[in-house]
């Protein structure tokens, strides 16, 4: 392949990016919207987010640049409680665009080393594209202070297709599961998302 070929390939791509962020990100505030919760923050996880403008780009990894590669979304659903009560929650959507580059495995597989993208060991037909989903739910009524540190930030994040389990002291209860973006991106995809999302709710006793 000579250069220009390859110049090609890196220009489709880009307009595949963003052709895909155009599917996946509306689809997240659509499932926002049907379920009433707020939105919270969103993350890079398994790589920085890209460096401001007085930072120099030059010594970043430049997987930095790579937008919603391993990203999350967080949402909040909270009565008009002044505390955060047994049926409130945090909803985490994570992305995942290359499960060869998530978080955990990769630094498991690549340490921390910048993985070369051109010896990754899976390749694109080996690898997944999902959404890994997280609840965290108080277990008693919490005081608003520091909630989310209390809630989310010091608890152990759920495997996924797990069992409820209790986190920080007992304080938290979490689930976690896996939904194929292949599923996602139906024309009722985020209908079916918060279906399995209330099947988790039943699990974890959360009443709406």
């Given at each position: 392949m000579n250069i220009e070929d390859s110049l090609q390939q890196v220009r489709q791509a880009h307009r595949i990016c963003a052709g895909f962020y155009q599917q996946v990100l509306p689809r997240i505030e659509r499932v926002q919207e049907l379920m009433d919760i707020r939105?919270?923050?969103?993350?890079?996880?398994?790589f920085e987010s890209s460096p401001s403008k007085s930072?120099?780009?030059?010594?970043?990894?430049?997987?930095?640049?790579?937008?919603?590669?391993?990203?999350?979304?967080?949402?909040?659903?909270k009565s008009e409680s002044r505390y955060f009560c047994p049926n409130d929650y945090i909803l985490d959507i994570r992305l995942i665009t290359d499960s060869e580059l998530e978080w955990k495995h990769r630094e498991n597989v690549y340490s921390e080393q910048e993985p070369d993208a051109c010896k990754l060991n899976d390749t694109v037909d080996q690898s997944e594209?999902?959404?890994?989903?997280?609840?965290?739910?108080?277990?008693?009524?919490m005081q608003n202070n520091n909630v989310f540190d209390r809630l989310w930030h010091n608890s152990d994040y759920p495997g996924l297709e797990s069992e409820v389990a209790l986190s920080n002291q007992g304080l938290v209860k979490t689930i976690g599961f896996k939904f194929l973006l292949?599923?996602?991106?139906?024309?009722?995809?985020?209908?079916?998302?918060?279906e399995k999302i209330k099947q988790h709710f039943s699990l974890m006793g959360i009443e709406e």
């Open positions: 939105f919270f923050q969103w993350n890079s996880i398994s930072v120099s780009p030059f010594k970043c990894w430049k997987w930095d640049f790579l937008p919603l590669m391993d990203t999350s979304f967080t949402f909040i659903k594209t999902y959404l890994a989903i997280y609840l965290f739910s108080p277990t008693k009524q292949a599923d996602f991106v139906q024309e009722d995809g985020p209908e079916k998302l918060i």
